[in-house]
């Protein structure tokens, strides 16, 4: 079936190190894309959404790049700071406006 | 700006008995989706509310059912309850505009079935 995956499901870094998570999605009609930030005992969190007409977005300290070839997105976080450990999910909405579908999540720990 | 609520924040059941968890959506947001999140893994899709009807549906049994109301807000009901239904609960509003899948989550409800 359709699904998203994640290659790595942890990440230890240095605090000020860059980060990259990446995910692999097979959902072909996938034409939205967004990563959220899991924190311990609080709901997921929106940080950056990228659609399929792009292939690279940027908000603050976050870059998404997306590509449609390989099907594959991934998350750069700069200057990775200790308030950035979480479990970073990406999603994907196939073709339809009432469903994400989740991979397992990467755990980014930021050692100081 | 009001973010999105829920309630209660844990909840311990006994297996067979029924639970009903409550969604607060984020001001001016109409559509409401719930997530079930077992843990180590991500949210699973359980269904949505559009203008208090059911907008789309995972794949969970009959015994997961939902309601919105007029204010948008939002119950999820479990009936017959099993072990296997202890997770994270999340509940997460959106806008529903053509083109616009942006959903926001609540901090979620834990249920523990025992």
């Not at chain 2, 639970?19 to 699973?44: D, E, F, I, K, M």
Request: proline fraction near 4%; glycine fraction near 10%.
């Amino acid at each position: 079936g359709e699904n998203v995956g994640l290659h790595l499901p942890t990440l230890s870094v240095q605090e000020g190190d860059n980060s990259i998570i990446n995910c692999a999605y097979s959902n072909s009609a996938s034409d939205y894309f967004i990563w959220y930030k899991q924190e311990s005992g609080k709901g997921p969190q929106f940080i950056i959404d990228i659609r399929s007409n792009m292939d690279k977005r940027q908000g603050q300290r976050v870059t998404v790049l997306l590509n449609k070839t390989v099907k594959h997105l991934s998350l750069q976080i700069a200057a990775t700071q200790p308030g950035d450990s979480a479990v970073y999910f990406c999603s994907e909405s196939g073709g339809s406006n009432y469903k994400l579908t989740f991979g397992k999540g990467t755990l980014l720990t930021v050692n100081p | 700006e009001t973010g999105v609520t829920q309630s209660p924040t844990h909840l311990i059941k006994t297996r067979g008995q029924q639970v009903t968890l409550r969604c607060s959506s984020q001001s001016g947001h109409n559509t409401v989706s719930w997530y079930q999140q077992a843990l180590g893994q991500g949210p699973q899709f359980i269904f949505q509310y559009y203008r208090e009807e059911e907008n789309g549906r995972g794949n969970f049994p009959p015994r997961f059912s939902g309601l919105q109301f007029p204010n948008y807000s939002s119950e999820l009901n479990v009936n017959a309850l099993e072990l296997d239904d202890s997770a994270l609960y999340l509940c997460a509003s959106s806008l529903n505009l053509a083109g616009s899948y942006e959903q926001y989550f609540g901090p979620g409800t834990r249920l523990t079935v025992t």
